[in-house]
């Protein structure tokens, strides 16, 4: 199994749902522009990012992304403690989105993914 070959997540404020499922596209979040490129995590990483980034926020969402339908735009690159994130150097269409839902934590902390 390559890289692409997985699903990494993104976590969403309900306007930015919004203008996903609306415009079919998303352009990403203000961090995201600033930096130049999405940002995801993986399943593994998606409860910290939650915990670190989105502290204290209501109304989130977390969508599935399919890497492999993103070709080349995906990126992997270290961040957090030298682990490896996927960064989109793309705006994200609605196509490459698999599932999504309103975030929601298992009985252990950690978020659901769809």
């Known amino acids: 199994m390559s890289e692409l070959d997985v699903t990494a997540y993104k976590v969403l404020t309900a306007d930015q749902m919004a203008v996903l499922l609306k415009d079919g596209v ?14 995801l995590s993986t399943a593994a990483q998606v409860t910290e990012t939650v915990d670190k980034h989105f502290a204290g926020q209501a109304d989130l969402h977390v969508a599935a992304v ?6 080349d ?3 992997w690159e270290p961040s957090r403690g030298g682990q490896l994130f996927p960064h989109i150097y793309a705006p994200l269409p609605l196509s490459a989105v ?12 950690a978020v659901v993914v769809p």
């Open 73 to 75: 735009a995906v990126k």
């Open 98 to 109: 698999t599932a999504h839902m309103p975030l929601a934590r298992g009985a252990d902390g």
């Open 26 to 39: 998303f352009l990403g979040a203000p961090i995201d522009i600033a930096d130049g490129y999405i940002h």
């Open 66 to 71: 399919d890497l492999a339908a993103l070709g």
